[in-house]
């Protein structure tokens, strides 16, 4: 079919009208694929803001009326963008096959071009050309190579792994790395950062006080106290208060017998105030720490002393009377060489820094909300150590060198009681009629997740990477999923818990207030593995250390271990 | 008469197009769901699958139009002919059965047959993989001549021959090489059907396709004009295979019907650059030197290959990314990482789902090794097609004729015509 010069020109002309047709469609409809993408119907500015005011006034008619409107609109403008890409497809193709068939008329009426190549290598030239090639081709490949396994070295297999066996490492304790938990130490409050952890394993799981089962020995505590022991290497340390005289029991943990008493009263600057508050809490509830040389304590008149490990007063002085509903209650840690002190007073809430060799106060540390009675935890995120507090509205992290606030997070209000649970991603904070929140730490940190179901009363929560355990003072105990927040079980003891749950040897020790030990697998089932009773009543977290666990009831401290 | 002969098959085309605008146009009679009329969704109908001897039927068409097009090419030499049987294929492959069965779509049904033992490849899928590549040892590409119905659709598109500069071809032929390895990855992996998601022309065969691969369809169409057949030059996975077996076939097309005159105007006649020029010029004698030590480069290809497996096996947890539940559970990681609980669409679904986060980690780090065992050996192939490449051409003989590059070439015959030596019949 042979076409006049004037009919190609046609054919010309509606070939590259269809061609640019056929372009501008396919750019329009790339635009309005990303409006589509980007575009949410049901969620318009517009529509959210007439839907709130519904919200406020749901007896308004005409307010409804209004809401259905524009989400009608809304809607349709969706679909209508719908269907232009839709029709924007098909009248592309349309354009594209006219653009074609026109190109076809002018490229049949062309005679085909007969150009040779200029270029024709010799194949020697190709030869010696692809050799080069290839050498160029392997050295960049090798460097390749080499550069992306140093640069992708952290997504490799460990080694020894096989790469189809790769699992993500999950451990039964939290990976914490500000001081693990000690076989032998147990050093603070709930051991060793005060989080609830001990090391070691073989740890006793049945025993009767009454009938002297496993019962290794039993000695009277000379004053009362609800502190709990704190060991280091074979001495243990115990601090009771009556009648105004506070005390501070060094005791052999091998064989129970007393090594030395040092007073903490009578020394210059002591204050010899008792001061009022809860009859049955007295003064020595805060529980002592105990580093390698020093042991320190504190009581509820603000006397803080520091002896060494035989018996020497190294220094002594009070940090102000702590005026508290409950009583002074924060238990010491120490970091470092600083030994770290919670006040909670109604005329002042602070952290403070104290040097453990002379008791020169490094730095102090005006916190704000209102007082509580949690003890602070150390523990360690993003490789940086934090002194943590379950503070009143907020948890707040602080540098245990310096003071300084590192974060701040909205977490649980009321006479907060229980000190914070943490495992290496997260931090928990709870309180009896509020609320379990977990937090993840940071200044961009935020609330995971929180739940009112189970919380605790006097008793600090206890986590690992992967649960965390509650024991309220209503007798129940709950556990939960780290990072979902789902209860995975839960179970009513009777008795209230007022101590704090321990993690040791993959099991969760429970004490309830009728002395009686829950043991039960640290898992997402619930597993009961004994219970054993102490034949006392006790609301003191036991201690942890070489396979012996004590105990500190009103009037009697216990070892046990098996026998 | 031969005139019309010769615009009869773009007629015929044209009423292909027409015909399906036609349905689309069909479809839009139906007014769409109305929401303030107390609309109510129709209930899904599924429709009927298809019965064994349809499947039986295609791959008899398979044959058929294989054998047709091995005849037409290699026997009759007939340009003509081979645009005809384009024009069935592409109706009857591409328009009636949708792009689908697809001989390149089934090197995917081929790969995950062999990484899952509980997989059980339909024979069809089978027989599509293998008959074009049986077909491709003894004829040569034949299926990508006229069988192949994206092959067509750009064989009778492409009118107009803008050659590109050597350096640019060969650089954009290795890509290919990347997209099988990539494909074959992925879905011995079960993490995803590459190949079907990306096929550009299924959009204009079906008329439900992403609009996105509508228009990525129509302006490889338009290109396809100019660059003769980009998909299966500098796309097809598929097309690497049967370039690998066609090297071996045992009939291939001949660019002179009988002995070459080395008149050099058959040079501009392949639009893919598929004609190997001869080293003889008329009236000189041999270029060939000797070229000693060539067995020394050999060594290089071991090397391009085992580098090639080290960066694979290092991009395997970058390359898993594509599986969804690799995706949801680094999701579900990100918004954890940032304290934030469940916020995409598929986290939110995930988590309804009631599984766990535990075993979705899990199953993400099995997908990660999978990866980690399977990109290695893409790396491998890639470093051997490379190596194997260049090597091959430091060993070549002399040519003495003009001849096709039995690799590249399509059979489309459009050579032919340029060979000035013609056969009485």
């Known amino acids: 079919m042979k076409f006049s010069e004037k009919n190609i020109g046609i054919f010309k002309g509606i070939s590259l009208a269809s061609g640019v047709f056929t372009l501008v469609i396919a750019l329009t409809m790339l635009l309005s694929l990303i409006q589509l993408k980007t575009m949410d119907p049901v969620n318009t500015p517009s529509l959210q803001a007439v839907k709130e005011q519904f919200d406020r006034d749901p007896d308004n008619r005409d307010k409804a009326e209004q809401v259905r409107a524009i989400d009608l609109m809304a809607r349709k403008a969706y679909f209508s963008s719908r269907w232009q890409v839709e029709a924007g497809s098909y009248l592309l193709l349309a354009g594209a096959i006219v653009f074609v068939f026109f190109q076809r008329l002018v490229a049949g009426s062309e005679k085909p071009p007969r150009t040779l190549r200029p270029d024709k290598p010799d194949i020697v030239t190709e030869k010696v050309s692809n050799r080069r090639y290839l050498v160029i081709s392997a050295g960049a490949v090798t460097l390749l190579a080499i550069i992306s396994s140093f640069v992708l070295r952290k997504e490799l297999p460990a080694p020894g792994r096989s790469a189809a066996g790769t699992k993500i490492a999950e451990s039964s304790v939290p990976v914490n790395d500000v001081n693990l938990p000690d076989e032998v130490n147990f050093p603070f409050f709930r051991g060793e950062g005060s989080r609830g952890t001990a090391g070691g394993t073989g740890y006793p799981a049945e025993w009767n006080g009454t009938e002297g089962t496993n019962i290794r020995w039993k000695t009277p505590v000379p004053k009362s106290g609800k502190s709990s022991p704190v060991i280091w290497g074979d001495k243990l340390f115990l601090t009771g208060a009556e009648d105004g005289d506070c005390e501070i029991y060094c005791i052999n943990k091998k064989t129970g017998e007393s090594i030395w008493t040092g007073s903490a009263s009578g020394f210059p600057g002591a204050s010899a105030e008792v001061p009022e508050s809860d009859a049955e809490a007295g003064m020595a509830v805060p529980t002592a720490a105990v580093s390698e040389k020093e042991v320190c304590a504190i009581f509820g008149n603000g006397n803080l002393v520091c002896y060494d490990h035989d018996g020497k007063l190294k220094w002594g002085k009070n940090v102000g009377v702590p005026q508290s509903v409950y009583g002074y209650s924060a238990s010491l840690v120490i970091y470092d060489k600083l030994l770290l002190v919670q006040y909670d007073s109604q005329d002042k809430i602070s952290l403070s820094g104290f040097e453990l060799g002379s008791g020169e106060l490094k730095w102090e540390t005006i916190r704000s909300g209102r007082p509580v009675n949690s003890s602070p935890v150390l523990a360690a995120f993003d490789g940086q150590p934090q002194l943590l507090v379950n503070g009143n509205p907020n948890v707040s992290a602080f540098d245990p060198l310096t003071g300084k606030e590192l974060w701040s997070l909205p977490g649980v209000s009321g006479d907060v009681a229980p000190s914070l649970a943490v495992n290496s991603k997260l931090v928990f904070a709870a309180q009896d009629y509020y609320s379990v929140v977990a937090l993840k730490p940071g200044k961009a940190g935020a609330t995971v997740w929180s739940d009112n179901t189970f919380t605790p009363d006097a008793s600090s929560p206890v986590a690992n990477d992967k649960f965390l355990f509650i024991a309220t003072g209503s007798g129940d105990v709950a556990c939960y999923d780290t990072e979902k927040g789902d209860t995975l079980w839960s179970h009513y003891f009777e008795e209230p818990f007022y101590a704090s749950p321990i993690i040791a040897d993959d099991r969760v020790y429970l004490l309830d207030r009728a002395g009686v030990m829950h043991v039960v697998k640290a898992s997402g089932g619930f597993q009961l593995v004994a219970q054993s009773p102490l034949g006392e009543r006790t609301d003191c977290t036991p201690a942890f250390s070489e396979k012996s666990i004590f105990i500190r009831t009103k009037s009697n401290l216990y070892c046990i271990s098996n026998n | ?425």
Request: one cysteine or more; aromatic letters at 14%.
């Open chain 2, 1 to 425: 008469m031969k005139k019309i002969k010769k615009y009869l098959p773009y007629l015929v085309l044209a009423i292909l197009f027409i015909w399906h605008s036609v349905l689309y146009a069909q479809q839009q009679r139906f007014p769409r769901p109305e929401f303030e009329g107390g609309y109510t969704f129709p209930t899904h109908q599924f429709l009927n699958q298809r019965g064994p001897m349809w499947e039986y039927m295609d791959v008899a068409v398979l044959i058929g139009a294989l054998l047709i097009t091995a005849w037409i090419a290699l026997v009759k030499r007939s340009r003509q002919g081979i645009i005809w049987v384009s024009l069935f294929s592409l109706a009857y492959f591409g328009f009636y059965r949708q792009g689908c069965i697809c001989a390149i779509g089934s090197v995917q049904n081929m790969s995950l047959a062999l990484f899952n033992g509980s997989y059980a490849i339909p024979l069809s899928a089978l027989l599509f993989f293998t008959i074009p590549l049986i077909f491709a040892l003894l004829f040569g590409r034949v299926f990508c001549a006229g069988v192949c119905p994206l092959g067509a659709i750009q064989e009778l598109t492409g009118f107009r021959q803008v050659k590109m500069p050597r350096s640019v071809e060969k650089v954009l032929a290795v890509i290919p090489f990347v997209y099988l390895g990539l494909a074959v990855l992925f879905a011995a992996t079960e993490s995803q059907f590459l190949i079907c998601r990306y096929d550009p022309f299924v959009g204009i065969f079906r008329i439900d396709a992403p609009y996105t691969m509508v228009i990525f369809g129509s302006l490889l169409l338009v290109v396809g004009i100019f660059v003769n057949r980009p998909y299966c030059r500098y796309l097809c996975p598929y097309g690497v295979l049967q370039n690998i077996f066609s090297r071996f076939s045992l009939k291939h097309v001949t660019i002179s019907p009988a002995e070459c005159r080395k008149c050099r105007l058959c040079e501009p006649g392949c639009p893919y650059d598929a004609i190997l020029q001869s080293d003889h010029e008329p009236g000189s004698g041999t270029l060939e030197k000797p070229l000693k030590g060539s067995l020394r480069y050999f060594i290089m290809i071991p090397v391009l290959a085992a580098g090639f497996a080290v960066i694979l096996f290092n991009f395997a947890p970058a390359l898993s990314g594509v599986n969804v539940n690799v995706k949801l559970a680094r999701e579900i990681r990100a918004e954890k990482d940032e304290g934030i609980s469940a916020v995409s669409k598929a986290a939110v679904a995930f988590f309804e789902s009631g599984k766990t986060e535990d075993a979705l980690f899990q199953e993400e780090q099995q997908i990660i090794g999978r990866f980690r065992k399977g990109a290695p050996w893409v790396g491998v192939f890639l470093g051997l097609s490379l190596g194997i490449g260049f090597f091959r051409i430091t060993l070549r003989k002399i040519r003495t004729d003009y001849e096709p590059d039995r690799g590249r070439c399509y059979s489309c015959a459009r050579c032919f015509k340029f060979c000035p030596v013609k056969i009485k019949k």
